[in-house]
C-alpha cells in the first residue's frame, strides 16, 4: 500500500514566521503535489513536481514555495506567514503516466493555523 | 474559471436508499474522470473513475455515469451506508499529470 505522510496534523504559527510542512512517500512515485482544501472552495493546486528539484506552480502558488531535493521528499513552505493561509494542507503523489489507472494517493492533511 | 463543478454542497440520504452526487465539468478533452472520498481529519481516498470512452463503471455499491453530450458525470451509491457519510470530490486531469478538483459534496447517510 501507497504512504504519503505528512510530518504534522496540527500546526500553530505567527504571522510573519516561516512555515515548513513535509511530505514524504515510499512508492517511488515521480509526481509528488501540494493542494489545499477549504469550505466551498474544494481541493486547490499549490504546486506540483515532477521529479528531484523540478517544480511547478499550481493555481495559487502565491505565498509559497516547494523544494524537492529527495524523490520521496517534498516539502511546501511558507516565507512568510499569514492569516490567510489557515487551511487544510494535503500532500500526495502519484506515478508518471498511469492515468485514471493509478490516481493519486494523499496524506492526512496538516491542518495549519496562523494566528 | 473552474473546469470541474459540484452545485450541490450537501446531501442528505436515508440509509438502504440511493445516494446520487453530481459533477459538471467544462473541458471536453478530458481523457477521464475520478471520484474522491474524504473523511474528516484523513485524506482523499480514490473511489472510482471512468474513461470518457466509456459512459458508465460499476464498483460493488458504486456506479459512475458518464454523460459527455451534457459534460455531466453522476456517481450512483446503493444502498447507502452510514459509513458512506463523507465529503465526495470529482476530479478531472488538468493538464501535465495534475487533478482539478471539484468543490466537493458533503453527503450525510441517515440512519
Known amino acids: 500500500d501507497v504512504k504519503v505522510t505528512q510530518s504534522s496534523r496540527y500546526l500553530v504559527k505567527r504571522t510573519g514566521e516561516k512555515v515548513f510542512l513535509e511530505c514524504v512517500q515510499d512508492?517511488?512515485?515521480?509526481?509528488m503535489f501540494w493542494y489545499r482544501q477549504d469550505p466551498g472552495l474544494g481541493l486547490r493546486l499549490i504546486y506540483f513536481?515532477?521529479?528531484?528539484?523540478?517544480?511547478e506552480k499550481g493555481d495559487i502558488p502565491e505565498g509559497y514555495s516547494v523544494s524537492r531535493e529527495k524523490k520521496e521528499r517534498f516539502s511546501l513552505i511558507l516565507e512568510s506567514a499569514s492569516t490567510n493561509q489557515t487551511s487544510m494542507y494535503l500532500c500526495?503523489?502519484?506515478?508518471?503516466?498511469?492515468?485514471?489507472?493509478?490516481?493519486?494517493?494523499f496524506g492526512n492533511g496538516t491542518r495549519l493555523t496562523v494566528t | 474559471d473552474q473546469q470541474v463543478k459540484q452545485n450541490s454542497p450537501s446531501l442528505s440520504v436515508q440509509e438502504g436508499r440511493i445516494s446520487i452526487l453530481n459533477c459538471d465539468y467544462t473541458n471536453s478533452m478530458f481523457d477521464y474522470f475520478l471520484w474522491y472520498k474524504k473523511y474528516p481529519a484523513e485524506g482523499p481516498t480514490f473511489l472510482i473513475s471512468?474513461?470518457?470512452?466509456?459512459d458508465k463503471n460499476e464498483d460493488g455499491r458504486f456506479t459512475v455515469f458518464l454523460n459527455k453530450s451534457a459534460k455531466h458525470l453522476s456517481l450512483h451509491i446503493v444502498p447507502s451506508q452510514p459509513g458512506d457519510s463523507a465529503v465526495y470530490f470529482c476530479a478531472a486531469p488538468g493538464g501535465n499529470e495534475k487533478l482539478t478538483f471539484g468543490t466537493g459534496t458533503r453527503l450525510t447517510i441517515i440512519p
Open positions: 513536481s515532477y521529479d528531484v528539484k523540478m517544480k
Open positions: 471512468i474513461s470518457s470512452i466509456k
Open positions: 500526495a503523489s502519484g506515478k508518471q503516466g498511469a492515468g485514471e489507472n493509478s490516481p493519486l494517493h
Open positions: 512508492m517511488d512515485h515521480e509526481n
